[in-house]
């Protein structure tokens, strides 16, 4: 299980790659912003895990760029994020994430999440 | 008739002398910006003997115009004080403050870097213990304090999400005396008489809203509520991400 960690904090990636870690999941390739995550996306990945704001390309545009992608279509995304109002967390399902985690987060909610959106993909193929 | 037009016709002309006067002694005032006390009050001498020299019939004239000018002094004075006060604070305290937050953010990211370092580091430790308690049949208190001692690393690594969302906060605090650095800049221009017409950039849009499209921060960023706002998130989320794509 591959996973794509884009976040421009690098504490952040650091501490979502070390939470993978703790679940089981050692494969992760990391990104700064939503350019280089679409750059470094390929069809190895099988989940992308991306922040909200981040320079250059945001998380939302990210993800948005990705849908329009053939290899990118069905990818599960988790945001991982500060921002938790309403209208940004409709928006967020409305570009195409699978699922979403509010920062300050713990790594039973990451992988309770990541646990959902890979029993959906699952599922559907 | 032409006699009982002689007077207006005097104080007339007399005001149009007396206000392109005064029009030559405020340029003159603009473009002496550093010019100390001792000139101005220098310069209302000479005007009174020139006010004098062009109003000779009209003393009622001559002092509502030196009023008018001693006004006119007065509130230059106090323009020049408030833009000299508003220039010292945009360029020493806001962005010595702005440096300042830079400063606290650039360093809280060094650290935590440094303690995720350490962290590791922590963890290959208890490894290691493990690799050797394996070897040698360690009991089972010394295995539970091993257990427990690598979730109290990892529960810590956790807890270092504080910086990024520090970070956030620090940017948006930085973003907000930009924003007042940048108003502030506005009204020091719009006391330069070069700048009381508007030019292109004070007719643009506000700063807060050309900076609110790049910003690479949430300004509601916290670590408060965190489970309140991911139940939120959940009641949106947990059906789309349940679902079969």
Redesign the interface.
Known sequence: MRFLVV??????R??II??LQ?IGYTDCVEAGDGSEALERFDASIDCVITD????IV?GLEFVQQLRQREDGR?VPVIMV??????DD??AA?QAG???????????Q?LKE?ID??L???A??S | MAERNRVPNDVLSDSEAALRMMDAILEELQGGKDRDEAALDHAVGQVMQRLEAVTPGSPDLAALVMHVYLDVIETLRILRRTRSALERATVEQVQATQQKLREVSSTTELAATDMLDGLDRAIAMVDRLEALAADRQDDEESKNVRAELREELYRLIVVLQFQDIAAQQLSHASSVLRNVEQRLERVVGLLDEADLVSSPDSEGEAPDQAHERTRTYDPAASMLDAEDRQALADEIFTPIATRDR
């Open positions: 976040d421009d904090s690098v504490t952040m650091r501490i070390n939470s703790r909200w704001n981040m320079p945001g069905r994020t500060t921002r938790s109002a309403r967390i409709v399902a994430v699978n699922n979403y985690v509010v920062k300050p987060f713990t790594p909610v999440k959902q959106v029993a959906g993909a599922r559907a």
